[in-house]
């Protein structure tokens, strides 16, 4: 089975980092595509960044642009990480992070209806 194990969340003050991580396992194929979304309690949840494994590109959302960065680890292939520099309290969310096992094509962050697999969430406080 497909799992998606993300980690990592905490309580930091505004201008802190954090790293988050999402472990991918159970995937026959190694086409596939990882986002990150988060979500507030009454709001929708948001796409804050995307990486296309195969090419390296990766999207994020103006919120975080130039803040976080995502990225997958050359030595460990279905780890793919988060960081968030620079946080501030409007940062705080629960964060998913998601796979699109189609690797379907991405011109910009995709929405949560390309992803088809989704891991439990990890929360992330920031505190002002």
């Known amino acids: 089975d497909v799992q998606l194990q993300a980690f990592g969340g905490g309580l930091v003050q505004a201008g802190g980092s954090l790293r988050l991580t999402c472990v991918v396992s159970?995937?026959?194929?190694?086409?596939?595509?990882v986002g990150w979304f988060r979500q507030v309690p009454g709001k929708e949840r948001e796409g804050v960044s995307c990486?296309?494994?195969?090419?390296?590109?990766?999207?994020y959302s103006d919120s975080v642009m130039d803040r976080f960065t995502i990225s997958s680890d050359t030595a460990k292939n279905n780890t793919v990480y988060l960081q968030m520099n620079s946080l501030k309290p409007e940062d705080t969310a629960v964060y998913y992070c998601?796979?699109?096992?189609?690797?379907?094509?991405?011109?910009?962050?995709?929405?949560?209806?390309?992803?088809?697999?989704w891991g439990q969430g990890t929360l992330v406080t920031v505190s002002s």
């Open positions: 990486l296309i494994r195969s090419s390296g590109i990766a999207f």
């Open positions: 159970g995937f026959p194929f190694d086409s596939y595509d």
């Open positions: 998601a796979a699109d096992s189609s690797a379907s094509t991405k011109t910009g962050l995709a929405p949560i209806g390309f992803y088809d697999y």
